[in-house]
C-alpha cells in the first residue's frame, strides 16, 4: 500500500465513522443495523430491508442517502406498477418534434424499492435487472445508472394478501438484508420526546459525496484478504453445501459476497486486513436471505440457521 | 431398553487395532518369496526390492493406523420413526487431528445391528468434520441408544486394516409399527348433539372442504368415487365441521391379548388421528395423555407408546 | 472400492509394461500367449469381446504349463519358473471378478519384476525398477483411494512420499539383515544369448567378437596404480590342438586350485566385476597365481586347468565379482615340463612352403627364445600387415604367402604352428589385451573390442613358459593403445595410412567418437559404482562393516535381532513423525495454535469458531494484568496471518519463546466465570 493511500484509508476511515456516530443520533440505538447498511453501499451492493411498518425502514435509507451526499429516488411498488414507471418512457416532444426520454425514478444515486414484493413478478424483474447491470435499456437504447447506484429494497415480512415473494434467484441479488427491530426503551421514550426526525434529516449537512463513495469503494476493494480467510469463506459454503440435509447450499456467487461484505466491514473497523471475526459480523445478513430454498422465507428461522452455519465452521 | 448399551467387552473405546488383511499376508509372502530368492541367487537387487517392499508394508501399517487416529463422532438429532424399517441415523464425523483421513468404513460394532453395505467415508479434512448416516437394520419400537460404532480403513494399501470402537451419545425412539384395520373412536364434542360412537361419518349439509387420501379401515361410505373413476386413487372428502371432533385412542379398545399388537393400532390410529387434524387424547393402562392437536402432541403420543413396557 | 475402468486399464497397462522385459528371455510361446491374453482382456474391455470360458482358460493354462515344463525338464528352475509366472500374470487378466484378484494381479507385478531382475542388474534395469516399484504401488494405493483421488499423477506422488518413508527402512534392513547363501532352485539355463568366447578359434572368429563394445568386465587394482594398458594381458583360456589356423582347447583334466598361502606378497590384486556370460572363465591379469571368489575362501567354486587358467563351476549369468592374484613373471610360476605329444602336434596338412619356413626360423638359432624372435623377424621383414578387417581366409598358406594380412588370431595362430613346426612347444592363448581407463581411473573397462589372441611358447632355458606376441611388433600401436582407441586412430586414417585431410571430416569423425566415448565413459563408471555396490555387498563384506562397530564375534545372530531392533526404531520414529507432517501447516498457525493450548491450559478455552481478536479480547478480559504479554503475542500473529506482515523464521522462534514464557495465572480473573465463553458472533469492534 503507498503512503498517498494509507493516508486516504484513514481519512476516509474517519469520515465513515462521523457519518454512523451523526447517523446513530438521530436514528436511536440501531447502530448495529446502519453500520451493517453502510457496509453494504460500501461493498457496492444492494440491501434488502425486511420488517414490519413503522419501524423506521424509510426513515434510515433516507439517512443515510443524506449523509452521504446522495441524490435519492422512490419508488412505492404497488401491484399496478409498471416497468416503464420505474425505468422511464420515450416521449414525443412536440415542440422539439423529436423523441425524448423521460428518465423514471430508478435514475437515482439511492434508490428506494418501498414494499419491492407488493409489485408483480414482471415489474420486480426489471426492477432488479437494473441493480444488477446498473443500466437500463429501453427501447433498444441504453443508459447507463449514475455511479454511485443503490438500491434499498424494503419488503414486508407480514404474509398479507396481493404479494409476490421474490423468487430465491432474486434474492441472490442483495448482497445483505437486515431486519430493524424495534427501539429499545430509552430510544423509544426519546423518540417519543424528541424533535421530528423528517425535520432533523432535512437540516443535516452531508459528510461525504458521491466521489468520495466511488473512492471509498475502490479503498475496500484494496483491503488486504489472505489465503487463511479465503479457506475459512470456503469451509462456510462447504460446511451449508453438505451439512445440512433440508436446504440448498450456499452458491459461489454468495462467497463472493461474503468475501466484499467483510472487506467493507474490515474498513468501517478500521482495519486494512479481514479477519474471520468480520466474516462472522457480516455472515448473518449475507447468508440468511440465500440459504432458505424452496420452503419459503421466514426472516427468524434463516437468521437462526445462518448462525448455527458460523458457529460450527472452525477459525483457523 | 438399554441392551444396545451393554458393556462390549474387550474392546477399549477408541483404541485403534491393526491386523494385515488377507492381501497383507499374500503380500507378505510375496516379500518373503523375493527376500528368498535374493539370497538363492545372492542377488542384491532383489534384496533390495525385498527389503523395500517389505519396509512398504510397514510404513502402510503406520499410515493406515494413523488414518484412524483422533476421530470422533458424535450423533445428530435423530428423528422419531415406526419401527420395522431400516433406521437411518445421522452421525458427524469429526477429525480432530492435523493430517487428512480418507476412506473410513463405519459399521455398529455389534453384528445384529448391521445392515447392507458399510457406510464409507471418503475423506475427512485435518480438524474439520463430515455428516454421514448410517444405515441400521429394522429393530423392534423402543426407545435407544445410538449403537456404539466400530470405524475401520484399510487405506492407504489395503495391507492391514485398522479399526477403533467409538460411540456416540444420542437416543432415538421407535414408534410401534402402525397396523391393524380397526375405526379409529370418535369422542363426542359437548357442543355437537349427536354422533355416532361408530366409524367416523359425516352430515350431509356439512360443506365441503377438501379431499385427503383414504386410509384403510375407513368407510367406503365417504370415499369420492368420481375421483376414484379418474385418478384411480382413492380419496375421501372431508366436510367443514369434522374437525370439530376428537379421538380418543385406547389402549382397552383393542380386543387383542398380544400387547404388541395392541401398540401396533394404537399407532396407526395416532397417525390417522394426526393425518385429520382433530384433537385426540390417548389412555394407555399406566398413562394417559390428554387431548391435544399438533405434531409436538403426535410425538408425545407415539413416544408414550415406545416406551410402553407391557401391559399392568 | 469401487471397481471402476480407469483402475482396470492401469491394471493392464502395468501387466503389459512388466511383461516387456521379458521378450527377450522367455520363449517366445509364452510370450506370444500371454500377449494375446492380454489384448483379448483389453478388447473385452473396450469391444466388449466375448471372454473365453472358464475351462478353456484353465485348460489353456494347463497346456501352457505342460508346454514350460516340457521345455526345460523342470518346473523348478529359474527360468522355467519365470515362465510359468509370465504366463500366471497374463491367465489372471481373466479371472478379475473381485478387488481381490486385482490385487493379486499387482502383486504378481512385483514377482515379474524380481523374476527380471535375477539375470539382469545393469543400471537400466536399476532404473526400469524404481519406476515400475513406484508405479506398481501407486496402483495398489488407487485401489484403495476414494474415487476422486483416483487420478495417476496424484497417487503417484502419494507412492513417492510412502517410498521415501520406506528406503531408510529398506536400506537398514539391506545393511543388517543377515545374508544366507540357500539354493533352492536348481540354476541351470540354456538359451543364454550373451556374447563371449567359444572353446576354439577359427580365422576371423576374434575379430568378429571384437567389434562388439560390450563390457566384458571391470577391473580395478587395490594395491597400486598402473598407467599404461600395454603389459595388461587378461589371459582366459589356452588352445592347444593346432589345425592350421585352426585351434582347439583340447581335453584336460579339470582341477581345484590350491591356495597357495603365504603368497610371496609380490602379487598383483585385482578385483574384476564380470558381466554376465554365457561362459565359465575368469579372466585374469596375466601369470596368474590365484582366483577366488569372496565367501569362497576354500576355493570349491573355481577349478584350474592345463596352463593355469580358470574357470567359474558356478555359471555366470549374472554379474559376478571375484579377485585375481598374478605374478609379474612367469618365472614365479612351477611349470610342468610340456608334453611333446600335445604342444609339437601339428594336424592337418601342412604344406611344404610352410615347413620351409619353418625350417629357415629354426636355422642358426640356439635357444627357442631366439626362434621366437626369429618368428617375429620373419614377419616384419616379409611385410605382414595388421587389419580389423581380415576377411575370410582358407588357411595358414593363403596367409603366411598371399595374404600377409591379418588380425590377431592369424598371426597368433601362424606363429604358434611355426614355432611347433621349428620344434618349440607353444600354445595359442586367447584373452584380453589392454582396457580403458575410467572417467575417475580408479578402475579400467575391458570390452570384447578389446579382445586378443597371443602365443605363449616354453622356454627350455628358464624352464617356463613366456609370452609372444607378433601384434607387438606389427602394430604395436593396437597394444599401445588398447582396442577402442586403435579402432579409432584407424577409423580417422584413409586408405595409404594418412591422416584424413578433410578437417570437417576429422571433427566430425574425432570429436563425436570422443564424445561418445566419453558418454561411455560417463555412464560406464556410475554403473561401476552401483555395480560396486551391489555385488560386493555380501556377507563377508557386512561382516567387515559389523566388524568395524565391534560387532563381530557374534555373528548372524547379533544381525538378525540388530535388524529387527532398528526396524522396530524406525517404526516408531516412523509412527511419530507422521503423525503430524501429514499435511503442510502454515507455521504462524501453528504458533496460534500452540497460543490457544498455552491458554487452554490457563483454563481459557478457545470455541471451535471463535475468531483470534474475540479470543484475544476474552483472553484480555480473563488475563488483565498479563494485556502487555498478551499483545505482544496475539497482535503479530494475527497481522501475519491475516494480514500482509510476514514472520522471518527469527521472528517466529522469538514468538514462539515468548509464548513458551507466557506466565498466566487467573488472579485478575476468577471473578469472571469462566464457563462462559464469549460468542462467537459478539460485536468485537475496536472503535
Given at each position: 500500500?503507498t503512503?498517498?493511500?494509507?493516508?486516504?484509508?484513514?481519512?476516509?476511515?474517519?469520515?465513515?465513522?462521523?457519518?454512523?456516530?451523526?447517523?446513530?443520533?438521530?436514528?436511536?440505538?440501531?447502530?448495529?443495523?446502519?453500520?451493517?447498511?453502510?457496509?453494504?453501499?460500501?461493498?457496492?451492493?444492494?440491501?434488502?430491508?425486511?420488517?414490519?411498518?413503522?419501524?423506521?425502514?424509510?426513515?434510515?435509507?433516507?439517512?443515510?442517502?443524506?449523509?452521504?451526499?446522495?441524490?435519492?429516488?422512490?419508488?412505492?411498488?404497488?401491484n399496478d406498477?409498471?416497468?416503464?414507471?420505474?425505468?422511464?418512457?420515450?416521449?414525443?416532444?412536440?415542440?422539439?418534434?423529436?423523441?425524448?426520454?423521460?428518465?423514471?425514478?430508478?435514475?437515482?444515486?439511492?434508490v428506494?424499492?418501498?414494499?419491492?414484493?407488493?409489485?408483480?413478478?414482471?415489474?420486480?424483474?426489471?426492477?432488479?435487472?437494473?441493480?444488477?447491470?446498473?443500466?437500463?435499456?429501453?427501447?433498444?437504447?441504453?443508459?447507463?445508472l449514475?455511479?454511485?447506484?443503490?438500491?434499498?429494497?424494503?419488503?414486508?415480512?407480514?404474509?398479507?394478501?396481493?404479494?409476490?415473494?421474490?423468487?430465491?434467484?432474486?434474492?441472490?441479488?442483495?448482497?445483505?438484508?437486515?431486519?430493524?427491530?424495534?427501539?429499545?426503551?430509552?430510544?423509544?421514550?426519546?423518540?417519543?420526546?424528541?424533535?421530528?426526525?423528517?425535520?432533523?434529516?432535512?437540516?443535516?449537512?452531508?459528510?461525504?459525496?458521491?466521489?468520495?463513495?466511488?473512492?471509498?469503494?475502490?479503498?475496500?476493494?484494496?483491503?488486504?484478504?489472505?489465503?487463511?480467510?479465503?479457506?475459512?469463506?470456503?469451509?462456510?459454503?462447504?460446511?451449508?453445501?453438505?451439512?445440512s440435509?433440508?436446504?440448498?447450499?450456499?452458491?459461489?456467487?454468495?462467497g463472493?459476497?461474503?468475501?466484499?461484505?467483510?472487506?467493507?466491514w474490515?474498513?468501517?473497523?478500521?482495519?486494512?486486513?479481514?479477519?474471520?471475526?468480520?466474516?462472522?459480523?457480516?455472515?448473518?445478513?449475507?447468508?440468511?436471505?440465500?440459504?432458505?430454498?424452496?420452503?419459503?422465507?421466514?426472516?427468524?428461522?434463516?437468521?437462526?440457521?445462518?448462525?448455527?452455519?458460523?458457529?460450527?465452521?472452525?477459525?483457523? | 431398553?438399554?441392551?444396545?448399551?451393554?458393556?462390549?467387552?474387550?474392546?477399549?473405546?477408541?483404541?485403534?487395532?491393526?491386523?494385515?488383511?488377507?492381501?497383507?499376508?499374500i503380500?507378505?509372502?510375496?516379500?518373503?518369496?523375493?527376500?528368498?530368492?535374493?539370497?538363492?541367487?545372492?542377488?542384491?537387487?532383489?534384496?533390495?526390492?525385498?527389503?523395500?517392499?517389505?519396509?512398504?508394508?510397514?510404513?502402510?501399517?503406520?499410515?493406515?493406523?494413523?488414518?484412524?487416529?483422533?476421530?470422533?463422532?458424535?450423533?445428530?438429532?435423530?428423528?422419531?420413526?415406526?419401527?420395522?424399517?431400516?433406521?437411518?441415523?445421522?452421525?458427524?464425523?469429526?477429525?480432530?487431528?492435523?493430517?487428512?483421513?480418507?476412506?473410513?468404513?463405519?459399521?455398529?460394532?455389534?453384528?445384529?445391528?448391521?445392515y447392507?453395505?458399510?457406510?464409507?467415508?471418503?475423506?475427512?479434512?485435518?480438524?474439520?468434520?463430515?455428516?454421514?448416516?448410517?444405515?441400521?437394520?429394522?429393530?423392534?419400537?423402543?426407545?435407544?441408544?445410538?449403537?456404539?460404532?466400530?470405524?475401520?480403513?484399510?487405506?492407504?494399501?489395503?495391507?492391514?486394516?485398522?479399526?477403533?470402537?467409538?460411540?456416540?451419545?444420542?437416543?432415538?425412539?421407535?414408534?410401534?409399527?402402525?397396523?391393524?384395520?380397526?375405526?379409529?373412536?370418535?369422542?363426542?364434542?359437548?357442543?355437537?348433539?349427536?354422533?355416532?360412537?361408530?366409524?367416523?361419518?359425516?352430515?350431509?349439509?356439512?360443506?365441503?372442504?377438501?379431499?385427503?387420501?383414504?386410509?384403510?379401515?375407513?368407510s367406503?361410505?365417504?370415499?369420492?368415487?368420481?375421483?376414484?373413476?379418474?385418478?384411480?386413487?382413492?380419496?375421501?372428502?372431508?366436510?367443514?365441521?369434522?374437525?370439530?371432533r376428537?379421538?380418543?385412542?385406547?389402549?382397552?379398545?383393542?380386543?387383542?391379548?398380544?400387547?404388541?399388537?395392541?401398540?401396533?393400532?394404537?399407532?396407526?390410529?395416532?397417525?390417522?388421528?394426526?393425518?385429520?387434524?382433530?384433537?385426540?387424547?390417548?389412555?394407555?393402562?399406566?398413562?394417559?395423555?390428554?387431548?391435544?392437536?399438533?405434531?409436538?402432541?403426535?410425538?408425545?403420543?407415539?413416544?408414550?407408546?415406545?416406551?410402553?413396557?407391557?401391559?399392568? | 472400492?469401487?471397481?471402476?475402468?480407469?483402475?482396470?486399464?492401469?491394471?493392464?497397462?502395468?501387466?503389459?509394461?512388466?511383461?516387456?522385459?521379458?521378450?527377450?528371455?522367455?520363449?517366445?510361446?509364452?510370450?506370444?500367449?500371454?500377449?494375446f491374453?492380454?489384448?483379448?482382456?483389453?478388447?473385452?474391455?473396450?469391444?466388449?469381446w466375448?471372454?473365453?470360458?472358464?475351462?478353456?482358460?484353465?485348460?489353456?493354462?494347463?497346456?501352457?504349463?505342460?508346454?514350460?515344463?516340457?521345455?526345460?525338464?523342470?518346473?523348478?528352475?529359474?527360468e522355467?519358473?519365470?515362465?510359468?509366472?509370465?504366463?500366471?500374470?497374463?491367465?489372471?487378466?481373466?479371472?478379475?471378478?473381485?478387488?481381490?484378484?486385482?490385487?493379486?494381479?499387482?502383486?504378481?507385478?512385483?514377482?515379474?519384476?524380481?523374476?527380471?531382475?535375477?539375470?539382469?542388474?545393469?543400471?537400466?534395469?536399476?532404473?526400469?525398477?524404481?519406476?515400475?516399484?513406484?508405479?506398481?504401488?501407486?496402483?495398489?494405493?488407487?485401489?484403495?483411494?476414494?474415487?476422486?483421488?483416483?487420478?495417476?499423477?496424484y497417487?503417484?506422488?502419494?507412492?513417492?512420499?510412502?517410498?521415501?518413508?520406506?528406503?531408510?527402512?529398506?536400506?537398514?534392513?539391506?545393511?543388517?539383515?543377515?545374508?544366507?547363501?540357500?539354493?533352492?532352485?536348481?540354476q541351470?539355463?540354456?538359451?543364454?544369448?550373451?556374447?563371449?568366447?567359444?572353446?576354439?578359434?577359427?580365422?576371423?572368429?576374434?575379430?568378429?567378437?571384437?567389434?562388439?563394445?560390450?563390457?566384458?568386465?571391470?577391473?580395478?587394482?587395490?594395491?597400486?596404480?598402473?598407467?599404461?594398458?600395454?603389459?595388461?594381458?587378461?589371459?582366459?583360456?589356452?588352445?592347444?590342438?593346432?589345425?592350421?589356423?585352426d585351434?582347439?582347447k583340447?581335453?584336460?583334466?579339470?582341477?581345484?586350485?590350491?591356495?597357495?598361502?603365504?603368497?610371496?606378497?609380490?602379487?598383483?590384486v585385482?578385483?574384476?566385476?564380470?558381466?554376465?556370460?554365457?561362459?565359465?572363465?575368469?579372466?585374469?591379469?596375466?601369470?596368474?597365481?590365484?582366483?577366488?571368489?569372496?565367501?569362497?575362501?576354500?576355493?570349491?567354486?573355481?577349478?584350474?586347468?592345463?596352463?593355469?587358467?580358470f574357470?567359474?563351476k558356478?555359471?555366470?549369468?549374472?554379474?559376478?565379482?571375484?579377485?585375481?592374484?598374478?605374478?609379474?613373471?612367469?618365472?614365479?610360476?612351477?611349470?610342468?615340463?610340456?608334453?611333446?605329444?600335445?604342444?609339437?602336434?601339428?594336424?592337418?596338412?601342412?604344406?611344404?612352403?610352410?615347413?620351409?619356413?619353418?625350417?629357415?626360423?629354426?636355422?642358426?638359432?640356439?635357444?627357442?627364445?631366439?626362434?621366437?624372435?626369429?618368428?617375429?623377424?620373419?614377419?616384419?621383414?616379409?611385410?605382414?600387415?595388421?587389419?580389423?578387417?581380415?576377411g575370410?581366409?582358407?588357411?595358414?598358406?593363403?596367409?603366411?604367402?598371399?595374404?600377409?594380412?591379418?588380425?590377431?588370431?592369424?598371426?597368433?595362430?601362424?606363429?604358434?604352428?611355426?614355432?611347433?613346426?621349428?620344434g618349440?612347444?607353444?600354445?595359442?592363448?586367447?584373452?584380453?589385451?589392454?582396457?580403458?581407463?575410467?572417467?575417475?581411473?580408479?578402475?579400467?573397462?575391458?570390452?570384447?573390442?578389446?579382445?586378443?589372441?597371443?602365443?605363449?611358447?616354453?622356454?627350455?632355458?628358464?624352464?617356463?613358459?613366456?609370452?609372444?606376441d607378433?601384434?607387438?611388433?606389427?602394430?604395436?600401436?593396437?597394444?599401445?593403445?588398447?582396442?577402442?582407441?586403435?579402432?579409432?586412430?584407424?577409423?580417422?586414417?584413409?586408405?595409404?595410412?594418412?591422416?584424413?585431410?578433410?578437417?570437417?571430416?576429422?571433427?566430425?569423425?574425432?570429436?563425436?567418437?570422443?564424445?561418445?566415448?566419453?558418454?561411455?565413459?560417463?555412464?560406464?563408471?556410475?554403473?561401476?559404482?552401483?555395480?560396486?555396490?551391489?555385488?560386493?555387498?555380501?556377507?563377508?563384506?557386512?561382516?567387515?562393516?559389523?566388524?568395524?562397530?565391534?560387532?563381530?564375534?557374534?555373528?548372524?545372530w547379533?544381525?538378525?535381532?540388530?535388524?529387527?531392533?532398528?526396524?522396530?526404531?524406525?517404526?516408531?520414529?516412523?509412527?511419530?513423525?507422521?503423525?503430524?507432517?501429514?499435511?503442510?501447516?502454515?507455521?504462524?498457525?501453528?504458533?496460534?495454535?500452540?497460543?490457544?493450548?498455552?491458554?487452554?491450559?490457563?483454563?481459557?478455552?478457545?470455541?471451535?469458531?471463535?475468531?483470534?481478536?474475540?479470543?484475544?479480547?476474552?483472553?484480555?478480559?480473563?488475563?488483565?494484568?498479563?494485556?502487555?504479554?498478551?499483545?505482544?503475542?496475539?497482535?503479530?500473529?494475527?497481522?501475519?496471518?491475516?494480514?500482509?506482515?510476514?514472520?522471518?523464521?527469527?521472528?517466529?522462534?522469538?514468538?514462539?519463546?515468548?509464548?513458551?514464557?507466557?506466565?498466566l495465572?487467573?488472579?485478575?480473573?476468577?471473578?469472571?466465570?469462566?464457563?462462559?465463553?464469549?460468542?462467537?458472533?459478539?460485536?468485537?469492534?475496536?472503535?
Amino acid at each position: 500500500m503507498t503512503a498517498a493511500l494509507k493516508l486516504d484509508f484513514s481519512e476516509y476511515h474517519l469520515s465513515v465513522i462521523r457519518v454512523l456516530d451523526k447517523a446513530d443520533q438521530v436514528i436511536l440505538g440501531k447502530r448495529p443495523q446502519l453500520k451493517l447498511s453502510l457496509c453494504c453501499l460500501l461493498a457496492q451492493g444492494h440491501l434488502l430491508i425486511e420488517d414490519i411498518p413503522g419501524v423506521g425502514k424509510t426513515t434510515l435509507v433516507r439517512l443515510l442517502a443524506k449523509s452521504l451526499g446522495l441524490q435519492s429516488t422512490r419508488i412505492q411498488f404497488t401491484n399496478d406498477l409498471l416497468p416503464a414507471d420505474i425505468l422511464g418512457t420515450t416521449v414525443f416532444d412536440p415542440e422539439r418534434r423529436a423523441f425524448h426520454f423521460h428518465k423514471g425514478p430508478i435514475f437515482g444515486q439511492m434508490v428506494i424499492a418501498d414494499e419491492l414484493n407488493r409489485a408483480t413478478p414482471k415489474t420486480q424483474s426489471a426492477c432488479l435487472q437494473a441493480m444488477e447491470e446498473r443500466r437500463v435499456t429501453v427501447d433498444g437504447v441504453t443508459y447507463t445508472l449514475p455511479e454511485p447506484f443503490f438500491v434499498v429494497a424494503t419488503q414486508n415480512p407480514l404474509e398479507q394478501a396481493g404479494t409476490y415473494p421474490l423468487p430465491e434467484s432474486q434474492l441472490d441479488r442483495f448482497l445483505m438484508r437486515i431486519e430493524i427491530g424495534y427501539p429499545n426503551e430509552g430510544a423509544e421514550k426519546q423518540l417519543l420526546k424528541g424533535e421530528k426526525r423528517d425535520r432533523l434529516i432535512e437540516t443535516m449537512e452531508p459528510i461525504l459525496n458521491p466521489e468520495d463513495i466511488v473512492k471509498i469503494q475502490k479503498v475496500v476493494d484494496d483491503i488486504h484478504c489472505s489465503d487463511a480467510i479465503v479457506d475459512y469463506i470456503q469451509r462456510v459454503l462447504h460446511h451449508t453445501r453438505t451439512q445440512s440435509a433440508e436446504q440448498w447450499g450456499l452458491s459461489p456467487r454468495a462467497g463472493l459476497a461474503l468475501l466484499k461484505a467483510a472487506k467493507a466491514w474490515a474498513f468501517i473497523e478500521g482495519r486494512s486486513m479481514v479477519l474471520p471475526e468480520d466474516v462472522q459480523e457480516v455472515g448473518v445478513s449475507v447468508i440468511a436471505h440465500r440459504l432458505n430454498r424452496g420452503e419459503g422465507f421466514r426472516g427468524g428461522v434463516a437468521n437462526q440457521k445462518a448462525l448455527e452455519v458460523f458457529q460450527s465452521v472452525q477459525v483457523d | 431398553m438399554k441392551e444396545w448399551v451393554d458393556r462390549l467387552p474387550g474392546w477399549k473405546q477408541g483404541k485403534v487395532y491393526i491386523v494385515p488383511t488377507p492381501n497383507g499376508l499374500i503380500f507378505l509372502a510375496g516379500v518373503a518369496i523375493v527376500i528368498v530368492a535374493g539370497a538363492t541367487y545372492n542377488n542384491n537387487l532383489i534384496f533390495l526390492l525385498g527389503f523395500f517392499l517389505f519396509a512398504i508394508f510397514v510404513i502402510g501399517m503406520v499410515e493406515t493406523h494413523n488414518n484412524l487416529r483422533d476421530l470422533q463422532i458424535e450423533a445428530l438429532p435423530i428423528p422419531d420413526q415406526h419401527a420395522g424399517e431400516p433406521i437411518s441415523i445421522p452421525l458427524k464425523l469429526v477429525n480432530g487431528g492435523y493430517g487428512l483421513r480418507q476412506m473410513i468404513e463405519l459399521v455398529p460394532h455389534k453384528r445384529e445391528f448391521r445392515y447392507g453395505h458399510p457406510l464409507q467415508v471418503d475423506e475427512v479434512k485435518g480438524h474439520q468434520q463430515t455428516v454421514c448416516s448410517l444405515v441400521c437394520a429394522p429393530l423392534p419400537r423402543g426407545v435407544y441408544q445410538v449403537p456404539a460404532l466400530s470405524l475401520s480403513t484399510v487405506y492407504p494399501l489395503g495391507l492391514f486394516r485398522a479399526w477403533m470402537m467409538l460411540r456416540a451419545e444420542g437416543e432415538f425412539y421407535l414408534y410401534p409399527s402402525p397396523s391393524g384395520n380397526l375405526p379409529l373412536r370418535l369422542v363426542e364434542h359437548e357442543n355437537e348433539s349427536s354422533r355416532s360412537e361408530a366409524a367416523v361419518g359425516h352430515q350431509r349439509g356439512d360443506e365441503f372442504r377438501e379431499h385427503r387420501n383414504y386410509q384403510t379401515g375407513e368407510s367406503f361410505h365417504r370415499v369420492d368415487w368420481k375421483i376414484f373413476a379418474r385418478r384411480r386413487r382413492l380419496m375421501v372428502k372431508e366436510y367443514e365441521g369434522t374437525t370439530d371432533r376428537s379421538f380418543s385412542v385406547r389402549f382397552q379398545d383393542v380386543p387383542v391379548r398380544d400387547a404388541e399388537k395392541i401398540l401396533s393400532q394404537m399407532s396407526r390410529w395416532l397417525d390417522q388421528a394426526k393425518e385429520r387434524g382433530a384433537p385426540f387424547e390417548m389412555i394407555l393402562p399406566s398413562k394417559r395423555v390428554s387431548f391435544g392437536q399438533g405434531p409436538n402432541h403426535y410425538k408425545e403420543c407415539q413416544r408414550e407408546l415406545a416406551r410402553f413396557k407391557g401391559a399392568a | 472400492m469401487r471397481f471402476d475402468d480407469r483402475k482396470q486399464r492401469l491394471v493392464y497397462l502395468l501387466v503389459g509394461l512388466n511383461l516387456l522385459p521379458h521378450v527377450m528371455t522367455v520363449p517366445s510361446w509364452v510370450i506370444g500367449v500371454s500377449f494375446f491374453f492380454l489384448i483379448w482382456r483389453v478388447f473385452h474391455h473396450l469391444r466388449s469381446w466375448p471372454l473365453p470360458q472358464v475351462w478353456f482358460m484353465r485348460g489353456l493354462v494347463v497346456l501352457g504349463t505342460v508346454g514350460i515344463v516340457l521345455q526345460y525338464g523342470t518346473i523348478m528352475g529359474q527360468e522355467a519358473a519365470t515362465a510359468l509366472l509370465v504366463l500366471m500374470a497374463a491367465a489372471k487378466l481373466f479371472e478379475l471378478r473381485r478387488v481381490r484378484d486385482t490385487i493379486v494381479v499387482i502383486f504378481l507385478c512385483y514377482l515379474l519384476l524380481m523374476a527380471k531382475l535375477i539375470d539382469s542388474q545393469s543400471m537400466e534395469m536399476t532404473l526400469f525398477l524404481i519406476f515400475d516399484v513406484l508405479l506398481i504401488t501407486a496402483v495398489l494405493a488407487i485401489h484403495h483411494a476414494p474415487a476422486e483421488q483416483g487420478n495417476l499423477r496424484y497417487m503417484l506422488r502419494r507412492s513417492l512420499m510412502l517410498a521415501l518413508q520406506a528406503i531408510p527402512l529398506a536400506l537398514v534392513l539391506f545393511v543388517f539383515f543377515p545374508r544366507f547363501n540357500i539354493s533352492l532352485w536348481s540354476q541351470t539355463r540354456k538359451n543364454a544369448s550373451q556374447t563371449g568366447f567359444s572353446d576354439r578359434l577359427r580365422p576371423g572368429s576374434v575379430a568378429q567378437l571384437a567389434q562388439s563394445d560390450q563390457v566384458a568386465f571391470r577391473v580395478s587394482f587395490p594395491d597400486r596404480q598402473i598407467s599404461t594398458v600395454q603389459e595388461l594381458y587378461w589371459r582366459g583360456l589356452i588352445l592347444t590342438v593346432a589345425d592350421g589356423l585352426d585351434w582347439d582347447k583340447g581335453h584336460f583334466q579339470k582341477s581345484q586350485p590350491v591356495l597357495e598361502r603365504p603368497m610371496t606378497g609380490q602379487e598383483i590384486v585385482q578385483e574384476i566385476f564380470l558381466e554376465p556370460s554365457s561362459e565359465h572363465y575368469l579372466f585374469a591379469l596375466e601369470w596368474p597365481a590365484l582366483v577366488m571368489f569372496p565367501g569362497d575362501p576354500n576355493l570349491r567354486l573355481v577349478r584350474t586347468s592345463e596352463g593355469r587358467v580358470f574357470e567359474s563351476k558356478m555359471n555366470l549369468f549374472s554379474r559376478q565379482y571375484f579377485r585375481a592374484f598374478s605374478n609379474l613373471s612367469p618365472e614365479a610360476t612351477v611349470w610342468e615340463e610340456p608334453d611333446p605329444e600335445i604342444y609339437l602336434k601339428v594336424g592337418g596338412m601342412v604344406s611344404e612352403k610352410v615347413a620351409t619356413i619353418a625350417h629357415q626360423v629354426k636355422q642358426g638359432t640356439t635357444s627357442s627364445a631366439d626362434v621366437a624372435d626369429r618368428v617375429l623377424k620373419y614377419f616384419v621383414d616379409n611385410q605382414f600387415s595388421y587389419t580389423l578387417e581380415p576377411g575370410a581366409m582358407s588357411g595358414l598358406d593363403e596367409f603366411l604367402l598371399v595374404k600377409r594380412k591379418g588380425f590377431c588370431e592369424h598371426f597368433a595362430g601362424a606363429a604358434a604352428t611355426i614355432l611347433r613346426l621349428a620344434g618349440v612347444p607353444s600354445r595359442v592363448v586367447v584373452g584380453f589385451q589392454g582396457g580403458t581407463p575410467s572417467l575417475l581411473k580408479d578402475y579400467f573397462l575391458v570390452r570384447y573390442l578389446d579382445a586378443h589372441a597371443w602365443v605363449e611358447y616354453w622356454d627350455t632355458t628358464k624352464k617356463s613358459w613366456n609370452r609372444l606376441d607378433p601384434v607387438a611388433v606389427i602394430a604395436p600401436q593396437r597394444l599401445a593403445l588398447g582396442g577402442a582407441q586403435f579402432r579409432e586412430l584407424v577409423a580417422s586414417l584413409d586408405e595409404e595410412g594418412n591422416p584424413e585431410s578433410g578437417v570437417i571430416g576429422e571433427w566430425i569423425r574425432g570429436g563425436m567418437g570422443e564424445f561418445g566415448e566419453r558418454l561411455k565413459l560417463v555412464w560406464d563408471q556410475t554403473e561401476s559404482l552401483w555395480v560396486n555396490f551391489l555385488l560386493r555387498y555380501d556377507l563377508s563384506f557386512q561382516k567387515d562393516i559389523l566388524k568395524q562397530f565391534g560387532l563381530g564375534e557374534y555373528g548372524k545372530w547379533l544381525l538378525a535381532s540388530g535388524a529387527v531392533v532398528i526396524s522396530l526404531l524406525l517404526v516408531v520414529v516412523g509412527f511419530l513423525l507422521l503423525r503430524k507432517t501429514r499435511e503442510r501447516v502454515d507455521p504462524v498457525l501453528v504458533l496460534y495454535r500452540k497460543l490457544c493450548s498455552r491458554l487452554k491450559v490457563a483454563g481459557l478455552d478457545r470455541g471451535p469458531s471463535e475468531g483470534p481478536q474475540a479470543f484475544w479480547l476474552r483472553a484480555r478480559e480473563s488475563f488483565p494484568d498479563r494485556e502487555r504479554e498478551l499483545e505482544s503475542v496475539f497482535a503479530p500473529l494475527i497481522a501475519s496471518r491475516y494480514g500482509l506482515a510476514h514472520l522471518t523464521w527469527k521472528e517466529r522462534r522469538e514468538l514462539k519463546s515468548r509464548i513458551k514464557t507466557l506466565r498466566l495465572s487467573r488472579r485478575g480473573g476468577k471473578s469472571r466465570s469462566p464457563s462462559a465463553p464469549a460468542a462467537p458472533l459478539r460485536a468485537t469492534g475496536t472503535n
